[in-house]
């Protein structure tokens, strides 16, 4: 868009795609896979450690066989991978913990600043007017509010972590003060552009999110790790009891949203109602190719172009039916499970990918964000992968202290001969 080049509309934009981004991410893909088969050791102990995750995309890939347009299912099942791929370049790096930082440092420092200049100064890249109601919103550099929300959430909790950490000393001292200052900005960026978006479901889970950061950090928590079960379960069942008792209406009318959360509802009941395997599915990312599908959503809903169904799990039953439900389920358990283990064990990272992961669960509520390239899927992904990590005491390297960004192993002096051995296996001993 921003090249002034024509891209595919309507129902090419859902087969064919821009050639310009398929030759991007197979770029990208292609170096992913260098890096990985570098690191191969590395990579299967991961892949190993984390079955849910690996049976869930062997099934989006077996799925394409009943899809009714198995090509670009293909094609979109490859893209998929690469969300994989580079959460696997960020857990594999010889320090992981140091790794994700640099992640939310740079990819925050590029995106939110850059979303600032758009709006402020440059709107006809910046804004755009919605296709819900025709009223103007801010889309930063991305391509709508919602897709701006998201980004700033999970980028201003990263922001967050770092902030608590570095106030809290659990970071190395070189050059505290000037991290925290960046840090600091950041963070305040990141929640001015939340205000921007006016995403209301990306506004509640930066909220939570937050709230699990703090309530971590509490010697409460510290101490008795399993009363991080009790704060979760209370928020979700808080959340279930709003929607299941009819309070969805008077909690969307506090977030700023219409009782239908803008038409969303609806939308929930039509596109239910056209799924064409409750077991299966239409196959991976299929049930919107069909013209059938959009003829039907264009005559319930004239003049709204929909491309998705607004809610994480509706969509994955639509692609996958009860069986992808299922292993998102699974993957659920397994990265929850993961997360509090590494709580007791690293808690300032380990109240990180709690956040993520209930965070995830909310957020998919009223909108889709177990989808390819989608910043919610990727760093819950991430939480699973990092979780399983070091629930599973994984190494990720020969050097005893490449975990010790993450405070699980202590920085060990380099020593040669016998007395380096003896101080080596000394600590090892008082970490067992």
Same mark, same amino acid.
């Given at each position: 868009?921003?090249?002034?080049?024509?891209?595919?509309?309507?129902?090419?934009?859902?087969?064919?795609?821009?050639?310009?981004?398929?030759?991007?991410?197979?770029?990208?893909?292609?170096?992913?896979?260098?890096?990985?088969?570098?690191?191969?050791?590395?990579?299967?102990?991961?892949?190993?450690?984390?079955?849910?995750?690996?049976?869930?995309?062997?099934?989006?890939?077996?799925?394409?066989?009943?899809?009714?347009?198995?090509?670009?299912?293909?094609?979109?099942?490859?893209?998929?991978?690469?969300?994989?791929?580079?959460?696997?370049?960020?857990?594999?790096?010889?320090?992981?913990?140091?790794?994700?930082?640099?992640?939310?440092?740079?990819?925050?420092?590029?995106?939110?600043?850059? &979303?600032?200049?758009?709006?402020?100064?440059?709107?006809?890249?910046?804004?755009?007017?919605?296709?819900?109601?025709?009223?103007?919103?801010?889309?930063?550099?991305?391509?709508?509010?919602?897709?701006?929300?998201?980004?700033?959430?999970?980028? &201003?909790?990263?922001?967050?972590?770092?902030?608590?950490?570095?106030?809290?000393?659990?970071?190395?001292? /070189?050059?505290?003060?000037?991290?925290?200052?960046?840090?600091?900005?950041?963070?305040?960026?990141?929640?001015?552009?939340?205000?921007?978006?006016?995403?209301?479901?990306?506004?509640?889970?930066?909220?939570?999110?937050?709230?699990?950061?703090?309530?971590?950090?509490?010697?409460?928590?510290?101490?008795?790790?399993?009363?991080?079960?009790?704060?979760?379960?209370?928020?979700?069942?808080?959340?279930?009891?709003?929607?299941?008792?009819?309070?969805?209406?008077?909690?969307?009318?506090?977030?700023?949203?219409?009782?239908?959360?803008?038409?969303?509802?609806?939308?929930?009941?039509?596109?239910?109602?056209?799924?064409?395997?409750?077991?299966?599915?239409?196959?991976?990312?299929?049930?919107?190719?069909?013209?059938?599908?959009?003829?039907?959503?264009?005559?319930?809903?004239?003049?709204?172009?929909?491309?998705?169904?607004?809610?994480?799990?509706?969509?994955?039953?639509?692609?996958?039916?009860?069986?992808?439900?299922?292993?998102?389920?699974?993957?659920?358990?397994?990265?929850?499970?993961?997360?509090?283990? /590494?709580?007791?064990?690293?808690?300032?990272?380990?109240?990180?990918?709690?956040?993520?992961?209930?965070?995830?669960? /909310?957020?998919?509520?009223?909108?889709?964000?177990?989808?390819?390239?989608?910043?919610?899927?990727?760093?819950?992904?991430?939480?699973?992968?990092?979780?399983?990590?070091?629930?599973?005491?994984?190494?990720?390297?020969?050097?005893?202290?490449?975990?010790?960004?993450?405070?699980?192993?202590?920085?060990?002096?380099?020593?040669?001969?016998?007395?380096?051995?003896?101080?080596?296996?000394?600590?090892?001993?008082?970490?067992?």
């Amino acid at each position: 868009m921003w090249l002034g080049m024509s891209p595919p509309t309507g129902a090419d934009t859902q087969m064919e795609g821009s050639p310009v981004d398929g030759a991007f991410f197979q770029i990208l893909l292609v170096a992913a896979i260098c890096v990985l088969a570098h690191r191969g050791r590395r990579t299967l102990t991961f892949l190993k450690a984390n079955f849910p995750i690996l049976i869930y995309f062997l099934f989006c890939l077996s799925s394409v066989v009943w899809s009714d347009y198995p090509g670009p299912a293909l094609r979109k099942w490859i893209k998929a991978i690469g969300d994989l791929a580079m959460i696997l370049i960020v857990v594999t790096d010889p320090q992981p913990v140091a790794a994700l930082r640099r992640v939310f440092s740079r990819v925050g420092f590029l995106l939110l600043p850059m &979303s600032v200049l758009l709006i402020k100064y440059y709107p006809l890249l910046g804004r755009r007017y919605g296709a819900w109601d025709g009223a103007q919103m801010n889309i930063g550099v991305t391509l709508d509010k919602n897709l701006l929300g998201v980004i700033t959430f999970v980028l &201003s909790l990263g922001a967050a972590w770092r902030v608590l950490a570095l106030l809290s000393g659990d970071e190395p001292p /070189t050059d505290r003060r000037r991290h925290l200052m960046a840090q600091g900005t950041l963070l305040a960026v990141g929640v001015w552009l939340l205000t921007l978006a006016h995403s209301a479901t990306s506004l509640a889970c930066f909220i939570l999110g937050i709230g699990l950061l703090l309530a971590t950090r509490l010697r409460f928590f510290r101490r008795k790790a399993a009363a991080v079960h009790v704060l979760v379960l209370s928020l979700i069942v808080t959340a279930s009891l709003v929607l299941l008792l009819g309070g969805g209406a008077s909690a969307a009318q506090a977030l700023g949203r219409d009782p239908t959360l803008t038409g969303r509802t609806e939308i929930w009941a039509a596109v239910i109602s056209l799924a064409s395997n409750p077991l299966v599915g239409a196959g991976f990312e299929s049930f919107w190719l069909s013209p059938r599908v959009h003829e039907k959503l264009w005559q319930l809903f004239p003049g709204l172009p929909l491309n998705e169904a607004h809610d994480g799990y509706i969509e994955v039953y639509l692609n996958l039916g009860w069986m992808g439900v299922g292993l998102i389920g699974l993957i659920f358990v397994g990265a929850y499970r993961g997360a509090v283990k /590494t709580f007791r064990r690293a808690p300032a990272l380990g109240g990180l990918l709690v956040a993520f992961v209930l965070t995830a669960v /909310t957020y998919n509520l009223t909108e889709a964000g177990f989808r390819m390239l989608t910043s919610t899927w990727f760093f819950f992904l991430l939480a699973a992968i990092e979780g399983s990590r070091i629930a599973a005491g994984v190494t990720v390297g020969a050097s005893p202290s490449l975990d010790a960004s993450s405070g699980l192993v202590p920085q060990l002096p380099a020593r040669n001969g016998l007395a380096g051995r003896q101080t080596t296996r000394a600590i090892a001993g008082q970490i067992r």
